[in-house]
């Protein structure tokens, strides 16, 4: 079975500073890594997916995402953060079968 | 850009009352989902269906739930007694294939349960 941990439950971060949310997962088999953001009283949104090829992916809205097979991370990243970027993000991970295993989320909070 | 909507956006039900929840996925697209996220905890697997069936459920999906695509565009998840512990935003989504995928997510349908 796939699980995801997602270590930080909340981020602060002053505008334009980098940041770094992290995603740890197991699995025994090969997986496919997804970064979902979550704006307030909204769905979930794609911002980047990793399937193969490249470990570095990038996404909508600046940000990125690095998979590193003998970690097992795919920690997101974006090197200047708006205010605008305040939301919940959740990595998931999915393998053998269509379902989504979801992270506990990170609540990013960027202030002025 | 196509999207997944559902319907309500917001639920409210006695405890013991039947409710369904509705979703219209993507058009091309042929594997659908439903997922819960109780407030303050992760997203949560329920099922997925494919060719008219479930393909797949969680524990969480017990005789209390089920699934229909009543016709070419809805898919539906009913819950035929509701419990206080179902309270959760109940998320649908969609793809076009299985697993490498990326699946498309609705809004959400918030349920409270009284």
């Known amino acids: 079975a796939q699980s995801v941990t997602q270590l930080d439950s909340q981020v602060p971060v002053f505008e334009e500073a980098p940041v770094e949310l992290r995603c740890n997962y197991s699995?025994?088999?090969?997986?496919?890594l997804f970064w979902y953001v979550q704006y307030p009283n909204q769905g979930l949104q794609l911002l980047l997916k990793?399937?193969?090829?490249?470990?570095l992916v990038k996404g909508i809205n600046g940000f990125e995402a690095e998979f590193n097979k003998s970690q097992t991370s795919f920690h997101l990243r974006k090197p200047s953060v708006h205010i605008s970027d305040t939301a919940e993000y959740f990595c998931?991970?999915?393998?053998?079968?269509?379902?989504?295993?979801f992270g506990s989320g990170t609540k990013l909070n960027v202030k002025p | 850009e196509p999207e997944v909507t559902q319907t309500p956006s917001h639920q409210v039900t006695q405890m013991g009352q039947e409710v369904i929840l509705r979703c219209v996925p993507i058009?091309?697209?042929?594997?659908f989902y439903w997922y819960r996220q109780i407030l303050g905890q992760k997203v949560e697997f329920l099922v997925s269906?494919?060719?008219?069936?479930?393909?797949?459920k969680s524990e969480i999906f017990d005789d209390q739930f089920s699934v229909e695509r009543p016709d070419g565009s809805n898919f539906t998840l009913k819950i035929r007694s509701t419990k206080l512990e179902d309270s959760a935003m109940y998320f649908c989504?969609?793809?076009?294939?299985?697993?490498?995928?990326?699946?498309?997510f609705g809004p959400g349908t918030r349920l409270t349960v009284l």
């Open positions: 989504a969609s793809s076009a294939g299985q697993r490498r995928n990326t699946q498309y």
């Open positions: 699995s025994s088999v090969s997986v496919y």
């Open positions: 990793y399937l193969s090829g490249s470990t």
């Open positions: 998931a991970v999915s393998g053998n079968f269509n379902k989504f295993y």
């Open positions: 058009s091309n697209h042929l594997y």
């Open positions: 269906f494919y060719n008219n069936e479930i393909s797949e």
